[in-house]
């Protein structure tokens, strides 16, 4: 007995193909957010690479207006987004050197609170592709449970017997289950090549939010902190000049 998977399904019945439409729905959705989320990571690792060498030579020249304007230009880039706006948020201070310790640790909960919600938006659509890994092969175990059952009703119903006449009714069976497999795997391999990635992604921003606040530290304790220091110590020397004179 020979039959193409066309005529598997035209002998298929309401509820076994309403298991296919299912799974075809849960296919579909998910290779939209595989598509769309790689495009997106690379796009933002992409940027990335373009935006770290030309941010910290700009930091390195104490150019913050560009770093930050740098950073605005740079929308995908995941490091860009954190750095970008604690700079944002810091700079009137290390422009007039007035640097605190409490300011840096305002910057540095100003990055983790970007962090959080840079990483909220990365990981968007993964509970799908984990759903759709987790669900797919019940689903269509569902179809190859309800078909078989009701092969061997219609065996009972029509007084055949032998393997032969139950044999189309298990292959239109088993063939959701296999459908559902078909689902499953794709968006299971997806989910954990994305998951892998967003890791190194928020390594990246890890890392480079350290690089920011030593940054700010040095700066505090460097050229920021001498500013201040000078400014505070001419004050001091004017005063005591005119209460001598």
């Not at 598997?8 to 598509?35: E, W």
């Not at 919600?117 to 592709?129: E, S, Y």
């Not at 007084?159 to 189309?168: D, E, M, N, P």
């Not at 078909?182 to 989910?191: G, N």
Request: proline share 2%; hydrophobic share 50%.
């Amino acid at each position: 007995m020979n039959l193409s998977l066309i005529e598997l399904y035209n002998q298929m019945g309401g509820f076994a193909k309403g298991i296919v439409y299912v799974l075809a729905i849960m296919s579909i959705y998910s290779l939209s957010i595989m598509i769309q989320k790689w495009w997106y990571l690379r796009s933002a690792q992409a940027e990335t690479r373009k935006f770290a060498p030309e941010f910290s030579q700009f930091l390195e020249e104490d150019n913050l207006t560009e770093a930050i304007n740098l950073a605005v230009g740079y929308k995908k880039s995941h490091v860009a987004r954190v750095l970008g706006n604690a700079l944002s948020e810091i700079k009137p201070l290390i422009q007039d050197g007035s640097v605190t310790v409490a300011d840096i640790n305002s910057a540095e909960r100003a990055i983790e609170r970007e962090m959080l919600m840079t990483i909220v938006l990365i990981k968007r659509g993964l509970g799908v592709l984990a759903t759709v890994g987790a669900t797919a092969p019940f689903v269509g175990l569902l179809g190859t449970t309800m078909g078989i059952v009701n092969a061997f009703t219609g065996m009972a119903a029509g007084g055949g017997g032998g393997i032969a006449s139950i044999a189309g009714g298990v292959a239109e069976a088993l063939i959701t289950t296999a459908f559902g497999l078909l689902v499953a795997i794709p968006a299971v391999w997806a989910y954990n090549y994305f998951q892998t990635k967003i890791d190194n992604i928020t390594a990246e921003m890890t890392y480079s939010s350290k690089e920011m606040i030593d940054y700010l530290i040095k700066g505090v304790s460097g050229e920021f902190g001498r500013s201040r220091f000078t400014r505070e110590f001419n004050t001091a020397a004017q005063a005591a000049g005119k209460s001598a004179v």
